[in-house]
């Protein structure tokens, strides 16, 4: 049974940083192209970043909204992805969460969530 | 960027009717990598459909969906109370970002 779980959520004061983490099992991580997505309170959903797997040399993807901000690790050994979010605003309060897309399959956590707030 | 907008806004109808939710994509894409998910309140997304037509596991064959190049549909037959929630739409391969509909109520 495929799992992603996220954590490392909380609340910070905006301009500091925090890793969130997801856990990973029930599939071959180290195939599989690893998403974050975020939910903002009361809003849709927002696709913050993408690493692809080791045939596509771990190439990342950020959305504009977080380019230069945030950065997406993955250890495939650990069958881990990590989202390392640097400058939080309060805009990045959000529920966020792993993805991944086993053959065009759609995976999703839980979620964690993040509180940007002074 | 591909904009998807999602018409209508909100959709009020009845158990027992029929529901159908438009997602509009401003340029073509594959639609191999298209999916189609339900929220509820505190809840994560429920993949409803992926791969446009494809249902997901465990989904009612009351859902099913439709579409090729820019305009997609999503069909929920025989409405009932459970359906009632918000239904995404999402693209999420060939050229970044992958971006969302901004959802469809359906009360």
């Known amino acids: 049974e ?3 779980v996220e954590s490392g959520g909380g609340v910070v004061q905006p301009g500091r940083s925090l890793r969130l983490s997801c856990a990973a099992s029930g599939f071959t991580f180290s195939d599989h192209y690893m ?4 939910q903002a309170p009361g809003k849709g959903f927002e696709w913050v970043g993408r690493t692809k797997n080791r ?6 993807e950020f959305a504009a909204s977080v380019k230069g901000r945030f950065n997406i690790v993955r250890d495939d050994s650990r069958m881990s992805l990590f989202l390392q979010m640097n400058s939080l605003r309060t805009e990045d309060t959000a529920v966020y969460f792993c993805v991944t897309y086993l053959s065009g399959y759609p995976y999703w956590g839980q979620g964690t969530q993040v509180t940007v707030s002074s | 960027d591909i904009v998807l907008t999602q018409s209508p ?3 009020s109808l009845s158990p027992g009717e029929r529901a159908t939710l438009s997602c509009r994509a401003s340029q073509t894409f594959d639609t191999k990598y298209f999916a189609w998910y339900q929220q509820k309140p505190g809840q ?3 993949l409803l459909l992926y791969s446009a037509s494809s249902r997901a596991t465990d989904i009612s064959d009351r859902f099913s969906g ?3 190049g820019t305009d997609f ?3 929920i037959n025989r409405l009932e109370s459970e359906d009632f929630a918000l239904y995404y739409c999402h693209r999420y391969d060939g050229s970044p970002p992958y971006t969302f509909g901004q ?3 359906l009360e």
Request: no cysteine.
């Open chain 1, 2 to 4: 495929v799992q992603l």
């Open chain 1, 35 to 38: 998403d974050w997505v975020r």
């Open chain 2, 103 to 105: 959802g469809t109520r």
């Open chain 1, 55 to 60: 045939e596509k040399s771990y190439t990342t």
């Open chain 2, 9 to 11: 806004g909100t959709l």
């Open chain 2, 73 to 75: 549909t999503l069909t």
């Open chain 2, 44 to 46: 994560p997304p429920r």
């Open chain 2, 66 to 68: 439709t579409g090729s």
